[in-house]
């Protein structure tokens, strides 16, 4: 198939237009940097779980930075520093030569440090100046070191670990030659917590900007400033991870998706904290993040769209290949089970008069409900509780019970009353009262036999009746439908409804397939077994005959002891003019007539269709023997097969001497 042809048939497909929508979507989002801002939380969390312990930057903090600052750098200097940097408001000259190590950034010095700018809401980028702005005491403190023009701040060292110090320890004496030898040191005016708290990973508790640049002076003097993963190469593997996103959650069910995500995640957070730690560059964490969970939803609603529409076409034809086709509701889903209990009663037994009493719920009153033969106003006994006599003792009984004492109005002398509990699992529904005329033959334990099992029966009946709709009651309620997400009934269960009817149908068609006496197989033309019963497997298992292994030829070879080229041309004439082939066959002392016809296709197709407009062979196996063996008179039926074939003999030859 060409690329061409494949274009045209996926863009018929919504799915496509929804994955173009989602890609363009993503990607004018990472365009427009929404996406990349999700970065700096990540950043400063990786920061947070990080911890440096070494470092060569001091803090020095005056109570009174201007009247200490020359003993403060006299005594710096003796220790001889790396560099000193000065934090004042006020222009603070230093009482040494010009090569002196003490920078002073203010703008009169015409010494600038590099600003700390923020990244929604984070003050962690590191600006770079340009060489004509002023002169930059980075390049001064670190004139062979290759300044990024961008950069993130290192925020690996905890605050513990960075040396800060009071100026009275300084001048007393009290701080080693090591702690300051060959380091830089920060000079600032003590602050007393007037100050806006620094908006930076692990100095939320510090207000001076000292710490700050301190942080930017450790990160460059330590090689550490973080990169920042972005650009065409960035948008590049975002967007292969996009695509793979969109192959991988296509292959699996929601809930292993939800697992994939979920270890996508974690993976994506690790990556990120070991290229940060060992690498110093920040991967676009944030974004692969987001695109596994919006490629997951969007992945989770393209299916779900795309399969209700999948599924709402599965119900209508359903429907429509149902349409037509009765199928009776079952005893639980009916209006009312009384209707179904009086046709079974009717069709079943032969009684003169019948009352069935309904137990009231909750209580143990009953009532009227349905009357058979009679009027609900002909019952003469008053009372309607099941737990006086005669309720009590048909209970008791657990059984149809005679009744002496007057149930029905105008009771003849022919008549005898009984009643019987309708009950189930210890639980009454109610009672069946009836009369019946005795006779000569009439066989009283017998007919208290049948009505006590007719009566356990509608029990039972009326048992599951009752669970099921106090069931479908609570599942209907409102606010529990609201709750459930079911007030409007699903899909799934539309299908499920449709699929049951089928399956109703299906099974009822298989069940009465398998009690057909006659033993039948069906073939379609590939020689494959599309359908046999219970009497066709009983016959091959005592005849041997291994079906499943065998094709339309080799069974009718054999069952008929007919040459391959033979049994090829009937099933040649058979295929061709759909015919029909019937042919003696004895297994043993059994004898049977093999019928052999087509079956014509259904009128619904599958996408290869049916050769020939054949749906299949079917080989009926009708055993004569024994339908001759269940007759009164065989030898009336054999005289009639005689006669019938003498009187088609003549026929055939008066056909012949005409001709």
């Keep these: ?162 040396p800060k110090f009071e100026s009275s320890r300084l001048l007393s004496g009290d701080i080693l030659h090591a702690q300051i030898e060959d380091k830089i040191v920060f000079l600032t005016q003590h602050s007393h917590g007037y100050g806006m708290a620094l908006k930076a990973p692990k100095l939320s508790r510090f207000q001076d900007p000292v710490y700050l640049h301190a942080y930017v002076a450790h990160s460059i003097e330590q090689n550490i400033l973080v990169t920042l993963f972005d650009g065409w190469p960035s948008l590049s593997v975002q967007l292969g ?95 009312n089970p009384w209707d179904a209990i009086i046709e079974l009663v009717k069709q079943q037994l032969d009684l003169d008069r019948s009352i069935f009493l309904a137990r009231q719920e909750g209580d143990h009153r009953l009532y009227e409900i349905r009357a058979i033969n009679c009027q609900l106003s002909n019952i003469h006994e008053m009372r309607r509780d099941y737990e006086r006599a005669p309720y009590s003792d048909a209970i008791k009984q657990f059984g149809a019970v005679s009744i002496t004492r007057p149930f029905f109005d105008n009771i003849t002398e022919e008549e005898t009353q009984y009643i019987v509990p309708l009950m189930y699992a210890g639980d009454i529904r109610g009672f069946w009262a009836m009369t019946v005329s005795a006779s000569e033959h009439f066989n009283e334990a017998a007919f208290l036999k049948n009505v006590n099992r007719f009566a356990n029966q509608i029990g039972e009946l009326l048992f599951h009746y009752r669970i099921f709709s106090a069931e479908d009651s609570a599942s209907n309620n409102v606010l529990t439908r609201t709750l459930t997400l079911n007030l409007e009934k699903p899909l799934s269960q539309k299908i499920k409804l449709s699929i049951n009817e089928m399956e109703q149908k299906l099974s009822t068609l298989e069940h009465v397939f398998n009690q057909v006496g006659s033993a039948t197989i069906l073939f379609n033309l590939f020689g494959q077994v599309i359908q046999t019963n219970q009497a066709l497997e009983s016959l091959a298992r005592q005849q041997g005959l291994a079906i499943f292994d065998m094709t339309a030829l080799d069974l009718l070879s054999k069952v008929g002891q007919l040459e391959h080229d033979i049994a090829k041309g009937k099933l040649r004439y058979l295929t061709l003019h759909k015919g029909e082939l019937y042919q003696p066959v004895v297994f043993g002392e059994q004898v049977y007539i093999l019928a052999v016809r087509t079956l014509g296709a259904s009128e619904i197709k599958n996408s290869a269709g049916d050769p020939f407009e054949v749906g299949g062979i079917l080989f009926e196996f009708i055993n004569i023997s024994d339908l001759v063996g269940h007759l009164d008179d065989p030898s009336l039926l054999l005289s009639q097969l005689s006669t019938l074939t003498q009187q088609q003999e003549i026929q055939k030859q008066s056909e012949w001497i005409s001709d």
């Excluded at 220790?79 to 000065?86: L, N």
């Excluded at 957070?269 to 560059?281: E, F, G, K, P, W």
């Design 1 to 162: 198939m060409s690329i061409k042809q494949q274009y045209f048939i996926i863009r018929r497909q919504k799915t496509f237009w929804l994955m173009l929508s989602l890609v363009a979507c993503l990607l004018a989002l990472e365009l427009s940097g929404v996406l990349e801002k999700l970065n700096a939380p990540i950043y400063h969390f990786l920061n947070v779980v990080q911890s440096e312990q070494n470092t060569n930057i001091v803090v020095i903090e005056s109570a009174n930075l201007q009247g200490e600052h020359n003993a403060l750098i006299e005594t710096i200097r003796s220790h001889s520093p790396k560099a000193i940097i000065v934090f004042s408001n006020t222009i603070l000259n230093s009482t040494g030569d010009e090569s002196d190590t003490v920078l002073y950034p203010h703008k009169q010095t015409k010494q600038c440090l590099p600003p700390v700018s923020s990244w929604v809401g984070y003050n962690i980028v590191f600006d770079n100046l340009s060489v004509n702005d002023c002169d930059n005491i980075w390049r001064i403190i670190f004139p062979s070191k290759q300044l990024p023009d961008k950069a993130l701040v290192n925020f690996s060292l905890q605050p513990h670990a960075l």
């Design 241 to 335: 991870v996009i695509l793979i996103l969109v192959v991988l959650y296509q292959k699996f069910s929601i809930n292993t998706d939800l697992a994939i995500a979920s270890g996508l995640n974690i993976i994506w957070l690790v990556s990120a904290y070991l290229v940060l730690r060992y690498l110093y560059i920040l991967i676009p964490v944030g974004q692969l993040i987001t695109y596994t969970i919006v490629t997951l939803a969007w992945m989770f609603f393209a299916k779900k769209w795309v399969e209700e529409d999948d599924l709402q076409r599965i119900i209508n034809n359903i429907h429509q290949r149902m349409l037509g086709r009765y199928l009776p509701k079952s005893f639980v889903e009916q209006s």
